[in-house]
């Protein structure tokens, strides 16, 4: 049964983008959609807004960049060690969470030396890598998505995000404990 579902999903998923693909063109060409001129006018456009966030991504790595070399980052996760370990959360996956919501490339390269460090199977590998999977960069995403709009004051965008990133790590510290701990 597992065999033929595997077998099944492997064809499925050889098989799904051409289909799309051919889905989007054959859609387009029943509602004479010129596909090819709209696709390299989205492709223009597209380029314009990473032209305009740019400055954006610049601020957010130099603020990364200078959180961890000025030793912040170790300072913050020493001041938060004793509070958070008796909730189960190892000081090891605070980089983690501390870094998820302002960069992609930065908490990749955290959940990658972790797994390096503890190993991909041990708790808190598999903990660095739910936190990694149920949480957002809000901060880039933010940045990326008002900045190219030109849109100064966020509302209740940030709260909300980082809530969401606070409820997916919580989540994911909660779960990797009662299924790996």
Not at 41 to 51: I, M, Q, S, T, Y
Not at 134 to 143: D, I, K, N, Q, R
Not at 152 to 161: D, E, F, M, S, Y
Request: net charge neutral.
């Amino acid at each position: 049964m597992s065999d033929s579902f595997s077998q099944f999903a492997q064809e499925f998923s050889n098989w799904a983008i051409p289909v799309i693909f051919f889905l989007i063109l054959g859609f387009g060409a029943i509602k004479r959609v010129r596909v090819y001129e709209v696709f390299v006018d989205g492709a223009k456009e597209g380029f314009n807004v990473a032209v305009k966030i740019i400055p954006y991504l610049v601020a957010i790595l130099v603020a990364i960049g200078i959180f961890r070399a000025s030793g912040a980052m170790d300072g913050l996760i020493a001041a938060l060690s004793p509070v958070l370990q008796p909730l189960g959360v190892p000081p090891e996956v605070l980089p983690m969470a501390l870094v998820r919501p302002l960069s992609g490339s930065g908490s990749l390269g955290v959940m990658s030396e972790g797994l390096k460090t503890y190993g991909p199977d041990s708790l808190i590998g598999n903990m660095l890598s739910t936190m990694m999977g149920s949480t957002e960069t809000t901060f880039y995403v933010l940045a990326v998505y008002f900045g190219s709009v030109a849109v100064r004051r966020t509302r209740h965008a940030l709260p909300a995000a980082l809530l969401g990133d606070l409820a997916g790590l919580t989540m994911a510290v909660f779960i990797c404990n009662l299924v790996f701990g």
